[in-house]
């Protein structure tokens, strides 16, 4: 058990094809997009470079997105979002739980604001040029890299 990365939000290609070469490269335990077949798509291999054979991909629908978090905190993952919000704590300063669901949103809209209220709490990126977000495959990577940095160390500290 670690870091499940859910990409059910997520609907580009080129973003989840990147996320689960990211995924596995970093070593995270899984990751959940909303339709497992995306993995077939060409685009998707072009990107992914074979990183769905070695990675566990989890499929749940957008309908069963609510249930699929529930359960994930049942079984004793912390259900954090990547998500510019009220509240979020800078990703520099966060402690990932050795336990963590790492929520991604869709592209432009972000986490749906039922699916924020699920969550045990938010990380974000500090920016400081005049873009005010970046791709959700760099967001997540920049997390994704920070818990297993975290992982590495011992999980030192908490959030």
Same mark, same amino acid.
């Given at each position: 058990?670690? =870091?499940? !990365?859910?990409?059910?939000? %997520?609907? @580009?290609?080129?973003?989840? $094809?990147?996320?689960?070469? +990211?995924? &596995?490269?970093?070593?995270?335990?899984? =990751?959940? !997009?909303?339709?497992?077949? %995306?993995? @077939?798509?060409?685009?998707? $291999?072009?990107?992914?470079? +074979?990183? &769905?054979?070695?990675?566990?991909?989890?499929?749940?629908?957008?309908?069963?997105?609510?249930?699929?978090?529930?359960?994930?905190?049942?079984?004793?993952?912390?259900?954090?979002?990547?998500?510019?919000?009220?509240?979020?704590?800078?990703?520099?300063?966060?402690?990932?739980?050795?336990?963590?669901?790492?929520?991604?949103?869709?592209?432009?809209?972000?986490?749906?604001?039922?699916?924020?209220?699920?969550?045990?709490?938010?990380?974000?990126?500090?920016?400081?040029?005049?873009?005010?977000?970046?791709?959700?495959?760099?967001?997540?990577?920049?997390?994704?890299?920070?818990?297993?940095?975290?992982?590495?160390?011992?999980?030192?500290?908490?959030?």
């Amino acid at each position: 058990p670690g =870091l499940i !990365v859910v990409a059910t939000l %997520v609907d @580009k290609i080129p973003n989840l $094809a990147g996320l689960a070469r +990211t995924c &596995e490269v970093l070593g995270a335990e899984a =990751l959940t !997009v909303a339709d497992a077949a %995306v993995t @077939k798509h060409r685009d998707f $291999a072009s990107i992914s470079v +074979t990183a &769905e054979k070695w990675l566990p991909i989890n499929e749940v629908s957008l309908s069963g997105l609510k249930s699929y978090l529930s359960r994930l905190r049942k079984e004793g993952y912390a259900l954090i979002g990547l998500e510019q919000t009220r509240g979020a704590v800078s990703l520099e300063t966060f402690s990932f739980p050795p336990r963590t669901a790492l929520v991604l949103g869709r592209e432009r809209e972000g986490i749906d604001a039922d699916v924020l209220g699920l969550l045990d709490g938010c990380v974000v990126i500090r920016q400081r040029g005049l873009i005010r977000s970046l791709n959700v495959h760099v967001s997540a990577s920049l997390a994704i890299h920070r818990y297993a940095h975290q992982a590495s160390t011992g999980f030192a500290g908490s959030h």
